[in-house]
């Protein structure tokens, strides 16, 4: 039980230092799954749902929220004047 919680703790501090944000790397797992889908599909096969790629799919998300982008913080320099 130790060896699980040990574990546990290990992979909740990495997620702290990972570079792309997780909700990105969702994002590009979908990506990856639906471009999977259109290499191996029949052409009995329903067609596969193509997803944009993850700039243009943010920049919808916060059109439809009418919010600023999260990332937005994070681009800007505050040591500019």
């Known amino acids: ?5 040990a574990t546990l ?3 909740l501090c990495l997620t702290g230092c990972a570079e792309v944000h997780w909700e990105r790397a969702f ?4 990506r990856n799954t639906s471009e999977q889908c259109r290499l191996t599909r029949r052409p009995s096969d329903p067609p596969c749902a193509a997803l944009p790629e993850y700039s243009q799919y ?8 009418g919010t ?3 990332d937005a913080a994070r681009t800007t ?3 500019q004047p």
């Open 1 to 5: 039980m130790s060896n699980c919680r």
């Open 9 to 11: 703790i290990a992979l």
């Open 27 to 30: 994002y590009e797992g979908q």
């Open 58 to 65: 943010e920049k919808e998300r916060v059109r439809a929220a």
């Open 68 to 70: 600023a982008a999260p």
């Open 77 to 79: 320099d505050v040591r």
